[in-house]
């Protein structure tokens, strides 16, 4: 396993149109997390899944963003009705954290750039 | 709230200086943590160092070293002897136990030959 991995690095869309992403983690990592970064700007906390529960939101992940997390292992974000404010780096990063070791480094992903034109 | 702060949003050097990058956070957690990650051109955020808040000791690793105050809410991050390969966005950052991090804006070092 050589790290986390995004598919797609790049995607443009038109405006109105859906978009979904894809995440594969370090394989051993029960913590997936979402970041959005837009340009000169560090990375902002979107929502993150322990295993294939979502457990927290952050207030940017408006209605028209969705993310699953099926069986715990790969994940999806997707974005509905594409607006041009939603181009940035979409990026995602896993951990590994038990009941004795709640915070560890998270890793992360080369990203997916979305430019909504 | 957390809140980071990197003062300086670029910074430029000529090979081998060293540099001292800045940043200072707050929180009213009494638990905490602090990073460090490095973003080159590629994108790809590489983890540096994760300090938790009960352990004010300094840490050095090959070039780096990294100076956490927790009087003066600082977690400073020096380069000794730069090199080109440096050249990149470092960001540091501050989480709870819950691996959310709050990233500041970064610094945008550039080495020069």
């Known amino acids: ?117 | 709230a957390q809140k980071v702060t990197q003062a300086q949003t670029e910074i430029s050097v000529v090979e081998k200086e060293d540099v001292t990058l800045d940043c200072v956070y707050e929180t009213r957690d009494t638990t905490y943590y602090l990073f460090w990650y490095k973003q080159p051109p590629s994108g790809e955020l590489v983890f540096l160092i994760r300090r938790n808040s009960f352990d004010e000791q300094n840490e050095i690793s090959g070039r780096y070293s990294w100076n956490f105050q927790k009087s003066t809410s600082s977690f400073n991050f020096t380069i000794t002897a730069s090199q080109v390969v440096d050249s990149a966005v470092y960001f540091c950052a501050l989480s709870d136990a819950l691996n959310m991090l709050t990233f500041g804006g970064g610094t945008r070092l550039m080495v020069k030959p």
């Open chain 1, 1 to 117: 396993d050589t790290g986390v991995s995004q598919d797609p690095r790049h995607k443009i869309t038109k405006r109105g149109q859906n978009v979904t992403f894809r995440c594969d983690p370090i394989s051993e990592h029960n913590r997936l997390y979402w970041y959005r970064q837009t340009l000169g700007q560090g990375p902002e906390f979107l929502t993150y899944f322990q295993n294939e529960a979502q457990l927290e939101k952050s207030r940017l992940l408006s209605d028209r963003f969705s993310a699953e997390r099926p069986k715990g292992s790969f994940s999806t974000l997707e974005i509905q009705r594409t607006e041009q404010g939603d181009s940035a780096m979409y990026l995602c990063a896993s951990s590994w954290t038990a009941a004795t070791i709640m915070n560890t480094e998270a890793f992360f992903g080369q990203g997916t750039r979305l430019t909504v034109v």
